[in-house]
Each structure stands twice: as structure tokens, then as C-alpha cells.
């Protein structure tokens, strides 16, 4: 069955230093891909997408992406985190068993941040 | 303000009573979604439409629950008879045939006490 696996709850980071989230995903065919971040009383922000192609993606607020078939992983990277990117972070694939591609969602990391 | 709305944002509600939530999608987008958020976990799909028809639902949805799109345009999700468990965040998105980009509204918080 489709999935996708975030292994990390929680990770807390101080402002300033590099970022890395893990995201693992099991899909039979190459998955599309997404990054949202979802902030206390905020609706889920779309960061970035993976379709095809290039395997390092850019999105939002400086973040990127690097899609790793070998390794099944999608993990989202920042060279320098900001206090404001405190926040819950979910990876998601589209559900090719459904016809219309509902999200599949892994059960998020959260994301804190030192002074 | 041009993005997917939900209403009410907040629910309590007493066990055994019915409940309905409302989503307005971005005016263009032809497809919309619902999702159901419990803590601690990541969103899980409920029931999908295509304009005003509903092309598939999750095995999460129950009898209780009943989705409608009547003109294509909002959609109401409405819970018969409410049970704690049903005590969730619920998401509604939306995005644009021929894209695979949903976007989410800020959801309706429901309580079930």
C-alpha cells in the first residue's frame, strides 16, 4: 500500500543553523510529492512539489527538496532557519490508487526553534 | 481574500447531535476535497468531488457522515449524530482539473464533549 513516513515527531533546531526533515515514502511507481507547513491556526501551506524531472526542488521561504529514489526519501532542507519557520511540517504523495489523487499524509514533524 | 474558507472554525457539540460544516473553494477550482485531522496525525482524505459529484469516499467515512456539493461551487460535510471520536479537525481543499496542487482552507475544529 501506498504510504509515507515521517520519523521524526519532533526536532528542534537553533535559529541560524541548517535544517533537514526526513521524509520516506513506498510507492510502486514515482510518486508526486509535496511538502506543506501547517502553522497553529493556519490551513496547510503548500512549500514545494516533486512530479518529474529535476530531483532537487525549490519552493517557499527559502526551502528545498531533494527526491532520492535509491534511498525512497523526499527530505526537506534550510541552509538557515528563522525563528518564524516554527511550525509542523507534513509530507505528502498522491494516492494513485484513488482515482482523482486524494494526499496522503505522513503524520508530521514539529518544528521548534531556539533563540 | 481569495482562498479556500471553512465555516464555522469552531464546534462543541454534545454526543448524539448532528453537526454541518461548510467549505467555500477558490471561485475557479472545479475539484474539492475533505480531510479529517486528529491530534498527533497527518490529514486523511475523506471524500472527493468533481464539480457536484462525488467521485470517491475513504472507508473513513461512515454512514453518519454525508458530503454535498449541490451546484459545484461550496460543499457542506454534515456528521449525524456525533460520537467523541468524531472530535477531529476538518479540512477542506480544493485545486484545478488538470493540476495536482490542493489548497487547503484553515479547517473547523469540532469538539464532541
Known amino acids: 500500500a501506498q504510504s509515507v513516513t515521517q520519523p521524526d515527531i519532533h526536532i528542534t533546531v537553533s535559529e541560524g543553523a541548517s535544517l533537514e526533515l526526513r521524509c520516506n515514502y513506498s510507492?510502486?511507481?514515482?510518486?508526486?510529492l509535496f511538502w506543506y507547513v501547517q502553522s497553529p491556526g493556519q490551513g496547510l501551506q503548500l512549500l514545494l512539489k516533486?512530479?518529474?524531472?529535476?530531483?532537487l526542488v525549490q519552493g517557499i521561504k527559502g526551502f528545498e527538496a531533494e527526491f532520492k529514489r535509491s534511498q525512497s526519501s523526499f527530505n526537506l532542507r534550510k541552509p538557515s532557519v528563522h525563528w518564524s519557520d516554527a511550525a509542523e511540517y507534513f509530507c505528502?504523495?498522491?494516492?494513485?490508487?484513488?482515482?482523482?489523487?486524494?494526499?496522503?499524509f505522513g503524520k508530521g514533524t514539529k518544528l521548534s526553534v531556539k533563540p | 481574500d481569495t482562498g479556500v474558507s471553512q465555516d464555522p472554525r469552531h464546534k462543541i457539540t454534545k454526543r448524539g447531535q448532528n453537526v454541518t460544516f461548510r467549505c467555500d473553494p477558490i471561485?475557479?477550482?472545479?475539484?474539492l476535497y475533505w480531510y479529517r485531522q486528529t491530534l498527533g496525525q497527518g490529514p486523511e482524505f475523506l471524500t472527493y468531488?468533481?464539480?457536484?459529484?462525488?467521485?470517491?469516499k475513504s472507508r473513513l467515512l461512515s454512514d453518519r457522515f454525508s458530503a454535498e456539493r449541490p451546484k459545484g461551487s461550496f460543499s457542506t460535510l454534515e456528521i449525524q449524530r456525533t460520537e467523541q471520536g468524531d472530535s477531529a479537525m476538518y479540512l477542506c481543499?480544493?485545486?484545478?482539473?488538470?493540476?495536482?496542487?490542493?489548497?487547503f482552507g484553515p479547517g473547523t475544529r469540532l469538539t464532541v464533549t
Open positions: 481543499a480544493s485545486s484545478l482539473y488538470g493540476t495536482d496542487e490542493q489548497y
Open positions: 510507492y510502486g511507481a514515482t510518486p508526486y
Open positions: 516533486y512530479f518529474s524531472g529535476d530531483t
Open positions: 505528502a504523495g498522491m494516492n494513485y490508487g484513488g482515482s482523482q489523487g486524494n494526499l496522503i
Open positions: 471561485s475557479e477550482h472545479n475539484r
Open positions: 468531488f468533481q464539480n457536484e459529484a462525488q467521485l470517491e
